[in-house]
């Protein structure tokens, strides 16, 4: 029988998930967990590995399983991270493997895993290739030097649209609300991206200290915005099946998917980083404490921190890449790609983005708790 939590729910416990450990496992537990072998259960978002249409197959872990004999069972399954986490939380807190080797999840959840224990440590001798993650990604406050996570891919937040309802794009908040649009925006249900993109465009800089109220004020503008009629929904990633339906017109979105959308829809979407800036995290590789499969995972792990293998997953997946060398590489894979800002951001492409702020466990707490209710699921 699943055990179902509701994210309200979720909420309430959040604050079990960074501070002490909830699973409290010995080194005897995780050894004899880390100890068998079997197909890598391998969990992430939706278009976010190169992809074969023909074969139906992802050619980097095809190559792999045929290089090292270790089978990957590769699933979609993740679209928010609070629905996934609330998925998974009752089997975690009862020490139950959760059926993933593999997870990646967004920084700001990937730090609440480690903080509760609910993710192993590396061994980085099975990691050799960790040494070419770029460094401004190799210490970051949620893990410091890498030791539980590593990152999958960089991730802008910013604006996009169907060209030919936004013919002349969308680079502003007044654009993206515009009467046109009414009725067919739609925002991400990752507060950190949505709420940040507003409040930067409210003046508010979220990477320094903010109080509750310019919180509250992004968190205000949001909830008109949905009470006039404007965003139709907050949503996951499948805010792309609304995109391709013409269901939506204009959101706040990620731009590997609009690259890959339009890849598959022939260029009919556009995306840009706001005038007002966009937001920059990252998703992370992490395997799960109860994973029985440790071994192998760290070998999946460490193949996609191969320069040559990242960029062939960045020339699909168009995210920023996180691995030293994959420019470079790119050289042979798509030469077209080399100087894509949205892959290899330039030093004014980095001007424009902007980290969300840590949060404290209370205002983790009370943020998503208002979000939430402000999106209808609470």
Known sequence: MSIEISRRNLLKTAGGLSAASLLSLSSEE?????????????ANWSLYLDYNNKTKSY?????????SGIPVKYMEVIDDNDTFTAKVTPQLRLKKDIGYDIVVLTEWMAGRWISGGYVTKFDDAKIPN?????????NRPMDNGRHYSLPW???????????????????????????????KVEVLS????????IMMWQGTDISKPFSQDKFMNAIDYMKKMIHDGFIRQV??????????????????GWSGDISQLNSQNTNRFGFAVPESGGTFSTDNMMIP???????NAEAVINNYYDPVVAARVANYINYVCPVGGAQQAME???????????????????????????????????????????????
């Open 332 to 378: 042979k894979i798509n030469p077209a790609q080399v100087h894509n800002k949205l892959i290899f951001p330039d030093a004014a492409m980095w001007k424009k983005l902007v980290v969300f702020r840590d949060l404290t466990q209370a205002e983790q707490i009370s943020f998503s708790t208002a979000f939430q209710k402000a999106s209808g699921n609470a």
């Open 153 to 183: 891919a960089g991730i802008i937040a910013g604006f996009a649209w169907n060209n030919q309802k936004n013919p002349k794009g969308i680079h502003t908040m007044e654009q993206l609300f515009a009467p046109a649009n009414k009725g």
């Open 30 to 42: 995780l050894a004899q967990a880390a100890s068998k072998t079997s197909t890598v259960r391998f």
């Open 190 to 197: 990752e507060m950190r991206d949505t709420i940040g993109l």
């Open 59 to 67: 050619p980097t872990l095809v190559d792999f399983s045929k290089k």
């Open 289 to 295: 404490a109860l994973s029985p499969n440790k071994v």
């Open 130 to 138: 960790k040494k070419n993650v770029l460094p401004y990604l190799l």
């Open 235 to 252: 949503k996951g990633q499948s805010y792309q099946e609304d995109l391709i339906s013409g269901d939506a017109v204009a959101v706040i």
